[in-house]
């Protein structure tokens, strides 16, 4: 399989997906402005959370123009992201910037398919409410780069909040021995698309199935409201995607996130 195929569903899956996420986030950022290769996404509010100000690249350009506009739209951070759709652009990006400080994020974009996989126990899932899921997802910023400040965080958090409301997500989690939250995912829609999203297990709670029972439990609420398209988004360089291949999901398509700090 090469990364230009799109198996697992039918031509159109990959354009909704990517029209979902994008929504997403018209629906909580401050300011949203098209220009002719995409859209520059800002906000002030959250001027610490990378993907609330970035530079989406949704038509092919070349890799010196996707990095001129990101200087362009961005000059009054102190960082660059740019939020490539456009698999060439992706591809070219990603060569070019290999080694030369910038962190780079391939994402593999899956969809669910018509035949259910087996079905799985999934009764150790329960209905989370936000409080429960927010202090869980401000665990996981923690274990992220160590260079994250505590205001950081806080705006990471609150983008998880306005992300979730907008969406009206549902959130489901696993409740470990102390009784609080070990394990968490989201499910959210729009009526005819589902996005699985925020699959997270605590460290210690790891290897016990249970993002394997949170998957398969919000893809079983997604089937029964009868959503034409369901999806994931996984790290294409990480071990999670083997895992949602064994509930059902199939790549559609990839996307990338590109990352120059300070």
Same mark, same amino acid.
Request: hydrophobic share 40%; aromatic share 8%; charged share 30%.
């Given at each position: 399989?090469?990364?230009?195929? @799109?198996?697992?569903?039918? $031509?159109? $899956?990959?354009p909704?997906? !990517?029209?979902?996420?994008r929504?997403?986030i018209?629906?909580? *950022?401050?300011?949203?402005?098209p220009?002719?290769?995409?859209?520059?996404?800002?906000?002030?509010? /959250?001027?610490?959370?990378?993907?609330?100000?970035?530079?989406?690249?949704?038509?092919?350009?070349?890799?010196?123009? *996707?990095?001129?506009?990101?200087?362009?739209?961005? $000059?009054?951070?102190?960082?660059?992201? !740019?939020?490539?759709?456009d698999?060439?652009? #992706? %591809?070219?990006?990603? %060569?070019?910037?290999?080694?030369?400080?910038?962190?780079?994020?391939?994402?593999?974009?899956?969809?669910? #398919?018509?035949?259910?996989?087996?079905?799985?126990?999934t009764?150790?899932?329960?209905?989370?409410?936000?409080?429960?899921?927010?202090?869980?997802?401000? @665990?996981?910023?923690?274990?992220?780069?160590?260079?994250?400040?505590?205001?950081?965080?806080?705006?990471?958090?609150?983008?998880?909040?306005?992300?979730?409301? *907008?969406?009206?997500?549902?959130?489901?989690?696993?409740?470990?021995?102390?009784?609080? /939250?070990?394990?968490?995912?989201?499910?959210?829609?729009? #009526?005819?698309t589902? %996005?699985?999203?925020?699959v997270?297990?605590?460290p210690?709670?790891?290897?016990?199935?249970?993002?394997?029972?949170?998957?398969?439990? $919000?893809?079983?609420?997604?089937?029964?409201?009868?959503?034409?398209?369901?999806?994931?988004? *996984?790290?294409d360089?990480?071990?999670?995607?083997?895992?949602?291949?064994q509930?059902g999901?199939?790549?559609?398509?990839?996307?990338?996130?590109?990352h120059? #700090?300070p």
């Amino acid at each position: 399989m090469t990364e230009g195929s @799109q198996p697992g569903r039918e $031509a159109g $899956a990959l354009p909704r997906a !990517l029209r979902f996420s994008r929504e997403t986030i018209e629906l909580i *950022a401050d300011d949203v402005r098209p220009i002719d290769a995409g859209f520059v996404v800002r906000s002030p509010s /959250l001027p610490n959370v990378w993907v609330m100000n970035h530079v989406r690249i949704t038509e092919p350009v070349s890799s010196d123009e *996707a990095l001129a506009l990101a200087d362009e739209h961005l $000059a009054d951070l102190c960082y660059r992201e !740019l939020f490539v759709e456009d698999e060439q652009t #992706g %591809q070219s990006l990603e %060569q070019s910037l290999r080694g030369t400080g910038w962190k780079i994020e391939r994402d593999v974009l899956m969809a669910l #398919g018509d035949k259910p996989r087996r079905t799985l126990d999934t009764s150790v899932v329960i209905d989370a409410d936000e409080d429960r899921t927010l202090e869980l997802m401000r @665990q996981w910023f923690l274990e992220g780069p160590p260079k994250l400040t505590p205001a950081d965080v806080s705006q990471l958090v609150e983008y998880s909040r306005r992300e979730a409301r *907008a969406r009206g997500d549902r959130n489901f989690g696993v409740v470990g021995d102390g009784g609080g /939250l070990v394990a968490m995912t989201k499910l959210r829609s729009d #009526g005819a698309t589902a %996005q699985v999203e925020d699959v997270y297990t605590v460290p210690e709670a790891r290897r016990r199935g249970y993002a394997r029972a949170l998957v398969s439990h $919000a893809v079983a609420q997604a089937r029964s409201e009868a959503h034409d398209l369901i999806f994931i988004t *996984a790290d294409d360089n990480d071990w999670p995607k083997h895992l949602y291949a064994q509930i059902g999901f199939a790549p559609i398509g990839w996307a990338w996130a590109f990352h120059r #700090g300070p």
